[in-house]
């Protein structure tokens, strides 16, 4: 019976990992706010249960990445044989520039890593991160200039560079990734059908480098349930990401952004709330 109550929570997992890693409004911060309530319980001790979850919430990711892959397979893949030399040359191009802008990103994350995480983890850093950025989204619907870049083939050498600078402030606790790469683009000039999309693209390298890392980095072995329930939450992740991120595209194609600078918000106010009520852990949005 406990077996089954950790897969049950292992779709849950699943299905807030995929809807709120494209969405910009923090895939981890949702992920750790959920664990609050229902945690993952496979060991004995409370210490292994901690670092599997450590691990969990960044390999679930998996799942996520592999809905892209599926998704834009056709304009992902240079090796189909039907493209023309022109459609390949394009494709590689695309590869080119979400590898750019994720250089910046690998290098200032293994450089500020350890500090961001001694210096800004925490609950408070978290909730003052998501308002901050809820108001910005908000602010940048108002005042959003025309934009220049209308495709990804549109991208240059310096705009993909800049788009990764905005990329690694999502090292800073709520942030997000995602949330960081669409304000970026489109401060940057990309309309939002695009800043949306090559966030998309961003999120392979830099997400299966994550997940690689911290597979390499665990110390414990996971044992038969702990991969079980690992498999279940990246299938559930994938199954939610294809439906988010089709659903995401249309969204954005007719709508503005300010409705997840509300959500982020009234969700950072609520994390302050709980905090100040003494109802989060310190390590909380780590």
């Not at 599997?52 to 240079?78: C, D, E, H, R, T």
């Not at 983890?121 to 025309?146: A, N, R, W």
């Not at 905090?275 to 949005?285: D, N, V």
Request: charged share 10%; proline share 4%.
């Amino acid at each position: 019976m406990s077996m089954i109550l950790e897969i049950l929570k292992s779709i849950v997992f699943g299905v807030v990992q995929g809807i709120t890693e494209w969405l910009p409004i923090s895939s981890t911060g949702h992920l750790n706010f959920v664990n609050l309530f229902m945690p993952l319980n496979l060991y004995e001790t409370a210490a292994m249960n901690a670092e599997y979850w450590n691990m969990y919430k960044v390999v679930i990711q998996f799942g996520s990445i592999l809905a892209v892959l599926v998704l834009y397979w056709n304009k992902l893949n240079p090796f189909i044989p039907s493209k023309t030399a022109n459609e390949k040359r394009k494709t590689y191009r695309l590869w080119l520039m979400a590898v750019i802008a994720t250089i910046p990103t690998g290098i200032i994350g293994l450089l500020l890593e350890d500090i961001v995480d001694e210096k800004l983890s925490g609950p408070m850093v978290f909730g003052i991160m998501l308002i901050v950025y809820g108001i910005l989204f908000i602010v940048l619907e108002k005042f959003q200039k025309k934009p220049v870049i209308r495709s990804t083939g549109m991208i240059t050498v310096p705009k993909a560079f800049g788009v990764g600078l905005f990329q690694s402030l999502a090292l800073i606790p709520g942030t997000s990734r995602s949330g960081a790469t669409i304000l970026g683009s489109t401060l940057l000039g990309f309309n939002r059908p695009t800043a949306v999309e090559f966030s998309f693209y961003l999120a392979i390298p830099t997400m299966l480098g994550a997940s690689l890392l911290k597979l390499l980095k665990m110390k414990m072995a996971m044992g038969a349930s702990g991969i079980i329930v690992l498999l279940v939450g990246m299938i559930t992740a994938f199954a939610a990401s294809m439906i988010c991120i089709q659903s995401l595209m249309k969204y954005v194609r007719t709508h503005g952004f300010k409705v997840f600078g509300i959500y982020r918000i009234v969700f950072g106010i609520l994390i302050l709330i709980l905090l100040a009520l003494g109802k989060l852990p310190t390590g909380f949005g780590a």
